[in-house]
């Protein structure tokens, strides 16, 4: 029989209406232990994939920071492909290569499958394998007294990957620590606060409708490679451009893959973004393409005031900074503008991750408000993101919570509490200064350093960058130090103080690290534990949908844990358990399926059909456009009262009013989560900031409204001095993606590439050897004006044009000395480090000869590590890493191209 | 334009219903208008075969444009290594790479069957062969929507590694 696509169609259709009945797909996790010793690759080979004996289950990748829904083939207790599940609106069925890394995760032959214990020196790389209670006991053993003596800020709790959205702070509430720390402000602090500082606490992303737009224009955002939670947008996009025709207009300092497929790319000054957007701010207001009655609607900053502000901001002046001819500035903003409300901004941490970004970032945000495209379709659009908890955006949805009881949180450190008399004199009276709504939100200066208090201010993004200088200075006693899925020790900035740090015994005594490969942090631990992975394990998923329609996922396990390894929650269980106090109360379950299927009680369907279909959604919904213009139902109206200035509602409690709407024409709308209702354009919090840290009321980042100054290390950069800037290549994810087999042998370097112009200056040529030398930042930052050089990084230089020229790119992940043979480009590792690893090293082994990069096969290596030449640059403020602002200079050092010789 | 749900698995379809994909000459089209460079396919497939490192039935290649200053991406497939995924076809689903494209841009069909969509598709974005003289392993049945003419000369060995590659990825000894 000769089957078409058109049977096919047909045949889904009747599927679809239940014509046929649609036995699910197998979802209960296998019960068949996996034991130690994952089958050959040969024997794989031998053994195809056999679809129709396979098991397929649903589930929720964790291959990057965008969590797409997958569906896992499954055979023999292994899981053989992962694609996409269609059935998830965001990803709308898609994945990308990174999917299939956790397959190479889970798999790999160098994989941590059993507790170890350090043996002789920390960061000797010498173990012993010992039992789940050897190693449980011990580490309860050293939390326990913290505990009992009232100081539980001692233990420190810090990931880099979490995705049991509340689990772990179940377990550091339960505890009792607040110092429950990340590494968001490494990533996307800076491009977070403008947009919660405009759109409430409740946006720390938007979800822009791209299924509808006809321009867009990206400042500094990657979609197609490696933009947080943003690969949901490259369907979208390309739809839109091949399909529709819409333009995508992308402002970078190099040709990514985006740019590569934008309509227009503008290779641009690092960190000119502000000056772009403010000058097409001033276009679209000089020729009256601005959408004026939603700016006097429902901005908050008079339209005439901001008028007057624009009037430096030519762009002449934008081309000056940037490099773009002012006529394209204007062509852009006018084309945009005319596109409205089907036109939206993005941006990322190509905007972002400067000196001056916070302000760019607001700048280019400003640009939606001016044409009214906000939650319009084709705009600049806004949907729920977190767990739903009835907030904003959230109304009608089931309530999807963790299950009762839950921990208190630790009570904030004000001024009388034991805890704030700890802290050092000069700390103490900047948080007396502090606003009351800020000394209930501050915990010590590890969660919330007092110096960056919008790292804090909307939630608690932290400044992760600076918890190791910090623990050096001893701002924060610390006794036991808990890792989780964290690469502080490779992938911070000024890595090599984090190791500093953590190999200190003084500083750090007892450290332990929760991961799933031996990789550079869990080698500076003293017990590591091995984590199931994501193919292992249950989590609860939801987040901002670029479909506009809010919906939930199931992170369900494919097959059981590999070796020794326990999901991440049954550890923190079992450790409760054994700390006990009455911390245990809170983990009081024995299956961990019955606790997620608790979480999701509410679900409107039952607990086997939402695992076998993987995703749940309200198909009904009305998609999320203008939440902002939604009634406010009488009831809540009835008892709320109205501020006859603002004509916000409000009602009051516990003594505080919060707003829970505006009155817009006589009609009680939602208007924005903000305090104001409005979108917060001019917002005073960033002087406020300023004046309570000493920030000088003249540096960029006190400004009130969105403004732009040059970053400032780039003024006055002499010919010899360069920026460098890092980036992820679209197949790896931050420093954990190194040893997946896949990922590696598509990018597994990391040359430093330069425009041509700027090598023949240098007289280099592809291949050719350079030096760097970076410097520390000039503006208000950590140890900024130190002379001293940073460090020097020797790397291959590759040559790419559509570079800027004065720009030098180095990607961040490569040059690893731990995670295994994969990451280390063929290099056997340490081989006492393997006593927590398969014993049976023939995969290992076969594995190992394919690696055809290894330089003992004449193959150019695993590339470089790069970020301990990173100064740590914190953002004043708001404290986001300044990745992209470093100062170099660079040095031939060898090659074919003697510079003697040139013409 | 072409439907990309078909053929691919579903939480509420069982393939025991599904009958196999019988496919006399089997084709494909590239849309490289669509293709983003993302490596989902050729990782895919590598995956679902247990093709070990240094082998491609495809690989994606990022060639850069010689007067702008971007990339072209091109999936490039071997004759000799690709198989069209049969034990795909044989379970009634598209060939992994395809299923694991995010924008679309791969199109399976059979192009000895008249009433496949691939034929339309093929005339109407007027899709062509790739021809590389120096290249003895290309697949022959693959069609490229808007292939660039700079791309020929920079294909070497079809979809196996060769020095002469000057993709920023993949990178070999020297480079």
Redesign the interface.
Known sequence: ??????D??K??AA??TGA?A????ACSPSTVSRGSIPES?AA??ER?????KAR?V?TICFGCTTHCGV?GWVQDDRV????????DPNSQ?????K???M?SYTDYPERILYPMRRVGPRGGGRWKRISWDQALDEIADRMRPLREAGTPERFVFHYGRDKTKGFSKRFTDAFGTPNRLNRRSICSSNRRAPLMSFYGREFEWESQDLERTKYVLNFGGNP??AYQGG?FM??RL??A???RGARIVTFEVR?S?T???STE?H?VAPASDGAIALAMARTIVDEGLADRAFWERWANWDFDEMRAHLEPFTSAFAEAESGVAATDIERIAREFARSAPACCTMSNRGSAKHYNGVQADRAIRMLDVLVGNVGRPGGFCLSSLRMWKNRYGQEGLPVIDQPAPRPHAPKPWKPGTREFETLPRDVQERVRAFPEEWQERYFGELATPSEYPLSWHWYAMRVGQLVHPYIQQRRQEVDVYMSYTLGAAYGFPEARLAREVLTDEALIPFHVAIDVSYGEQAALADIILPDATSLERWDAHSTNSYGLRPYTGIRQPLVEPLGEARPAQIIWRDLARRIGGGMERYFDFDDLEDYYRAWYAELPIDWETFK???IWMDEDRPLDYELHEREVPAAEVARAEIDPESQTLFVQKDGKRHTIGIVRDGRPVRGFPTPSRKIEVRDETFPLAARLTGLPASDINASAVPTYARVPEHVDLSDDEYVLTTFK???HTQGRSAYW???A?????N?V?MAPVTAERLGVA??DEVELTTYRPKGASDRSGERDPVGRLRNRV?V???MHPRVVACAHHSGHWEHGVVARGGEPTIASARVGMNADTSELDA?AR????SKDR???GHGVAINDVYPINPAPLVGGQNWFDNVCRIRRVSGQKDPRTRA | ?Y?T??????????????????VERPGFLV?L??C?????C???C?????????EFPLRVRWL??PD??????VPVFSESRCTNDA??L????EP?CV???????LVF?DLA?P???IHGAIAELEATRLEAPDADDLKRDVHYVELEDFVSGKIHRGAQ?DPRDED????????
């Open positions: 029989m000769s089957w078409t696509r058109r096919f169609l045949f889904s599927l679809s046929l649609g036995p699910l797909l690759l794989l080979r195809r994939l056999d679809y129709r397929a649903p569906i053989r492909l992962v694609e996409g599940n269609p059935l069925g898609t994945i990308c290569s999917a299939n890394g397959i197609m490679e690969l490259r369907k390309i739809d451009k091949v399909d040709p893959a740019a590569s497929v790319y290779a076998a279909r993987g290549w679209n197949v087999k896949h990922a042998e598509i990018v597994h370097t040359p590439m592809t291949g590759r790419v044009p559509g594995l394919e690696i055809w990069w004449g193959g150019v | 334009m439907d749900s078909a053929g691919r698995p579903h939480p509420s379809v069982s393939l025991d219903t599904v009958p196999p994909r019988d849309d208008r669509r983003i460079g993302c490596h989902a050729s990782v895919a590598k995956t679902a075969h247990a093709i070990p490192l240094g850069p444009r702008e200053k971007t990339f072209a991406f034990e795909s044989s379970a009634g689903l992994a299923r694991a494209c995010p924008t679309a841009a069909g069957d009433e496949d969509a590694l920023p990825i993949y990178e070999q000894e020297g480079r």
